[in-house]
T-cell receptor, first 114, second 108 residues
Framework: DGGITQSPKYLFRKEGQNVTLSCEQNLNHDAMYWYRQDPGQGLRLIYYSQIVNDFQKGDIAEGYSVSREKKESFPLTVTSAQKNPTAFYLC?????????????FGPGTRLTVL | GQSLEQPSEVTAVEGAIVQINCTYQTSGFYGLSWYQQHDGGAPTFLSYNALDGLEETGRFSSFLSRSDSYGYLLLQELQMKDSASYFCAFHNDYKLSFGAGTTVTVRA
């Protein structure tokens, strides 16, 4: 069963703590993306990766970090430097960076910082 | 700078036709996509226009005019399950930039 898995679905953390959101895919896609969505707003790009061991900042990378050690995995760390981390986080993939007509999204993780 | 404008809300009755307009401003442009997102869910791809004209996929159609920096999504024969948010997004430099979304509410 091919797809994108994000876990957990809901995550609660105390202010000042780093937290890592998981994104795993078995679609054999090269490119992976992280987006943030706030209530009533569109998606904003945090980071994206074209290949293993390579990634680029998106529009709102400050306070976030990523790694791409395996093709299947692209975890996102929300650091304590992110001023307002409470949001809905979505991971997406495309077959390749140049083949990004259709992005495939995971179910998302809703992060709440208390 | 870059920007996308789309209406925030649209309400219509079952069976009606709804058009969601999207205007964009960007220095580089490769195409315009549309995504549907039900409340609390993940966005799903609806359509992509790289060239001017109309693309039809079942009850949904999408149009692009590159010279006018304008596109629209047409939803026909509205059904209750079409109640969702719809996002336009332009393709630029291997990235997607999304609009704020249009919430479509379908009434019986």
């Amino acid at each position: 069963d091919g797809g994108i898995t994000q876990s957990p679905k809901y995550l609660f953390r105390k202010e000042g703590q780093n937290v890592t959101l998981s994104c795993e895919q078995n679609l054999n896609h090269d490119a992976m993306y992280w987006y943030r969505q706030d209530p009533g707003q569109g998606l904003r790009l945090i980071y994206y990766s074209q290949i293993v061991n390579d990634f680029q900042k998106g529009d709102i990378a400050e306070g976030y970090s990523v790694s791409r050690e395996k093709k299947e995995s692209f975890p996102l760390t929300v650091t304590s430097a992110q001023k307002n981390p409470t949001a809905f986080y979505l991971c997406a993939t495309t077959p390749g960076l140049a083949e990004y007509n259709e992005q495939f999204f995971g179910p998302g993780t809703r992060l709440t910082v208390l | 700078g870059q920007s996308l404008e789309q209406p925030s809300e649209v309400t219509a009755v079952e069976g009606a036709i709804v058009q969601i307009n999207c205007t964009y401003q960007t220095s580089g442009f490769y195409g315009l996509s549309w995504y549907q997102q039900h409340d609390g869910g993940a966005p799903t791809f609806l359509s992509y226009n790289a060239l001017d004209g109309l693309e039809e996929t079942g009850r949904f159609s999408s149009f692009l005019s590159r010279s006018d920096s304008y596109g629209y999504l047409l939803l026909q024969e509205l059904q209750m399950k079409d109640s969702a948010s719809y996002f336009c997004a332009f393709h630029n430099d291997y990235k997607l930039s999304f609009g704020a979304g249009t919430t479509v509410t379908v009434r019986a």
